[in-house]
């Protein structure tokens, strides 16, 4: 990659931090790809140094206007949801409209926080991913990493890995809803893509069709009026969730 284009991926970077606070994870994939990619060790420096400018450009200026808001160095106004699912009531409540507080909370009770964490990753990989992604899918996303992993493309199974598991780390956070694991889609729909050439290509076609005309026709059913009727008060998801998701 040259400077320029490491600039411009700084720049982008920090505008996903700006879409959504988790975007945070994504900038430091990144940077820690291009580190890995470059191999002269001057360049590496140089091409480093490009995209942590313009990142730190976009994230900094943020942080600044945040601080200015909550006396304190935080990602997003809503750190407070770290006492989610700990806190009850108005402390909880309190907790929610306090990101300057959020630190001193989690340090304060660090084994209730780590307890929380791990039931909420937990979630996210279980209940979350399946509520993002056709299960039947997952299964041919993973025939795809398995494939790419063991031929000579396996590197580009890596990046993929990599671009789908911030969401998963940094949600458990606070709390878990579909919408925040969105991000992780398109890069398991590319496997899955993968997986269904895999199977083509190995002399399963008649396997590959019925995947996809099985999930395009549950897509159609589900994406139908009767349909929508009847399981959308059906779904565990708060009202805000669809508004949220749509946009």
């Known amino acids: 990659p040259r400077s320029i284009l490491c600039l ?7 505008a996903v931090y700006l879409t959504r606070a988790e975007g945070i994870g994504f900038g430091g994939i990144l940077l820690g790809l291009l ?3 470059t191999w ?3 360049t590496k420096v140089v091409h480093a140094a490009a995209y942590t ?3 730190l450009a976009i994230v900094g200026t943020y942080m600044i206007f945040l601080h200015q808001r909550t006396g304190a160095w935080v990602l997003t106004p809503k750190l407070g949801v770290v006492a989610y699912g700990i806190e009850k009531g108005e402390r909880m409540a309190a907790a929610l409209h306090d990101a300057g507080s959020a630190y001193g909370f989690i340090t304060a009770n660090p084994w209730q926080f780590a ?3 791990f039931r909420n990753f937990f979630y996210a990989v279980t209940f979350g991913l399946a ?10 996303s993973a025939t795809g990493a398995f494939h790419l992993a063991q031929s000579e493309h396996k590197p580009a199974m890596k990046y993929l890995i990599c671009f789908i598991i911030p969401p998963f780390l940094l949600v458990p956070v606070s709390l878990v809803l579909s919408r925040y694991l969105l991000s992780a889609v398109p890069f ?3 496997l899955a893509a993968l997986g269904i050439a895999f199977l083509e290509r190995n002399g399963r076609k008649t396997l590959a069709r019925a995947v996809f005309i099985f999930t395009a026709g549950i897509c ?3 994406s139908l009026n009767p349909a929508v009727r009847i399981l959308f008060h059906r779904l565990p998801l708060y009202e805000i969730e669809y508004k949220e998701t749509g946009e």
Do not use: E
């Open 131 to 140: 509520g993002i992604f056709s299960p039947l899918l997952l299964i041919v």
């Open 220 to 222: 159609l059913v589900l």
């Open 35 to 37: 580190w890995l990619r």
């Open 188 to 190: 398991l729909l590319i």
């Open 115 to 117: 307890v929380k964490y």
């Open 8 to 14: 411009l991926t700084g720049l982008l970077a920090g």
């Open 53 to 55: 400018v313009s990142f």
């Open 40 to 42: 002269q060790r001057k």
